[in-house]
C-alpha cells in the first residue's frame, strides 16, 4: 500500500469543522423560510388539488429540511472532535515510538554480533 499513513492537517481541518458547525443556524433559518413559503403557498391555492399537493410535500420534506441544521452541526463538530483525536494520538504515537526506540537501542548492542568471513 504505497499511502498507508494518515496525513491530516489538522488546524485546518479543525477550522473548517467549526466553520460548518457555524453554518447550522443558516441551515435552519432557510429552512423555517421554506416552511412558510410552501404553507402560504397552500393556504393561497384556489384548487383544493394543488393545496393538498403542496401540503403533502410539506409534510414529507419538512422533517428532513428541519435535519439539515442538526446534521450540519453534527458534521462539524465530529470533523473538529476527529482533528483533535489525530493531534493527541500523535503526540501519544511519538511519545511510544520514542520509548521503544531507546529500548530497542539498547538491546541492539546485546544482539548483534560481528560478522567476519
Do not use: F, K
Not at 17 to 30: I, K
Amino acid at each position: 500500500m504505497p499511502d498507508s499513513y494518515l496525513d491530516v492537517q489538522t488546524d485546518t481541518v479543525a477550522s473548517a469543522g467549526r466553520s460548518t458547525a457555524d453554518t447550522s443556524s443558516q441551515w435552519a433559518a432557510w429552512a423555517s423560510r421554506v416552511e412558510t413559503t410552501l404553507r402560504s403557498a397552500a393556504g393561497g391555492a384556489s384548487e383544493s388539488v394543488v393545496s393538498a399537493a403542496l401540503e403533502g410535500y410539506l409534510s414529507a420534506w419538512n422533517p428532513t429540511l428541519q435535519g439539515l441544521a442538526t446534521q450540519v452541526e453534527a458534521l462539524g463538530t465530529n470533523a473538529a472532535s476527529a482533528s483533535h483525536v489525530i493531534t493527541n494520538a500523535d503526540g501519544t504515537a511519538t511519545g511510544a515510538l520514542a520509548d521503544q526506540g531507546s529500548i530497542e537501542q539498547t538491546r541492539a548492542s546485546q544482539l548483534s554480533r560481528p560478522i567476519t568471513p
